[in-house]
């Protein structure tokens, strides 16, 4: 049986979730993807891989930036953007996902899709900064063929929707593995709740699976048979990248503190963040509207206070949302076969 794990019988933490479980549960977020799933040649070359684009609302978003943080678990991983994401504190394009060599593709296409929507980036105003990440899907994708265009990276953000993600092995999770059987794409939400003033907010978390071993996995915290055979397959120690978004107001700061705890998340499962694992979170929070361009000198924003008890239930949403996500990611693949007739099996979450 397919499904998300809570669907099998399996609850994580103690929050409640969104109405669909998803990272499109914080309100304006989209998700989008493309999947390429076909043979290259007759010798056993095959495009088993995609792209994945999430969009922290429906506008411009170089026009209309939101508030950003990225923070590196290990940093064994080809992303683009980060660095000014961190200095500034903003995010000005979707965050987009894909297999390692993908990455210029994708970079490519991301830009002319925002050059074409921003005729001033370059002109009259400075560049823009893309953020692209990637997992590397080796076993299944042929890699080195570069399957991946600027053209997938376009639709990707054009297939974007605020409905419930695609999730398992599609878009840029297509070819991953998640201790050693199927992964990819998984999605889950908290809702923190402020009972004092009736407010409350959403934390949303996608993941592109692909690390850890068969081994590794903390398979019998999840109530799952333990009669199922071991995988002794495993990516080069593996990588994840996670996504979280939020509507909770916090500075960029503040948000660095929250993505720190998906980290509690992916230690759950059973990782302890491989030597070669580009282990990266990227967090954004939709709370605040940043115009590219104003003519006041100073600009306000509301933040939470530091001290306040909601920074633990965020602390907590985000470690609970990362671990149900990556159990997503397993629960919704299905067993896969690309290159050179390389077959990854599904897990099987059964009750014990």
Not at 59 to 70: I, L, P, R
Not at 197 to 212: A, I, M
Not at 331 to 352: C, E, I, L, P
Request: charged share 15%.
């Amino acid at each position: 049986m397919q499904g998300k794990v809570r669907q099998l019988g399996i609850e994580i933490g103690v929050l409640p979730v969104g109405q669909k479980n998803c990272i499109t549960d914080v309100e304006g977020v989209q998700v989008g993807h493309v999947t390429l799933d076909e043979p290259l040649d007759q010798n056993g070359a095959y495009a088993c891989t995609g792209v994945t684009a999430i969009l922290p609302h429906g506008g411009n978003v170089f026009q209309h930036k939101v508030t950003a943080a990225s923070y590196v678990l290990n940093g064994f991983g080809k992303t683009t953007g980060l660095v000014q994401v961190n200095e500034l504190g903003v995010l000005e394009s979707p965050i987009m996902l894909t297999n390692t060599f993908g990455v210029p593709a994708v970079t490519q296409g991301t830009l002319s899709y925002m050059l074409d929507r921003n005729e001033d980036i370059g002109l009259t105003t400075g560049t823009i900064n893309l953020v692209v990440g990637e997992c590397n899907d080796s076993y299944l994708n042929s890699i080195r063929a570069c399957p991946v265009t600027p053209a997938h990276a376009i639709e990707a953000i054009r297939q974007a929707s605020a409905q419930t993600a695609q999730e398992g092995a599609v878009g840029a999770g297509k070819g991953m593995m998640c201790f050693g059987y199927k992964g990819g794409i998984g999605s889950s939400s908290r809702i923190v709740k402020v009972e004092s003033n009736e407010v409350n907010y959403t934390v949303g978390c996608l993941v592109l699976s692909n690390f850890g071993q068969g081994r590794e996995f903390l398979a019998e915290h999840y109530k799952v048979s333990t009669t199922q055979n071991q995988s002794t397959l495993s990516p080069t120690d593996g990588s994840i990248i996670i996504v979280l978004a939020t509507d909770a107001p916090l500075s960029s700061r503040q948000l660095t503190r929250v993505i720190k705890r998906c980290g509690i998340g992916l230690g759950r499962t059973g990782s302890h963040f491989s030597h070669g694992s580009g282990d990266i979170v990227i967090g954004f929070t939709t709370a605040h509207c940043i115009p590219h361009t104003a003519d006041q000198l100073v600009e306000t924003r509301t933040q939470l206070r530091e001290d306040h008890p909601i920074m633990n239930q965020l602390f907590t949403a985000a470690a609970e949302a990362t671990e149900e996500a990556i159990l997503n990611s397993l629960s919704q693949a299905q067993t896969t076969t690309g290159r050179n007739g390389h077959t990854v099996q599904a897990y099987s979450f059964q009750q014990a």
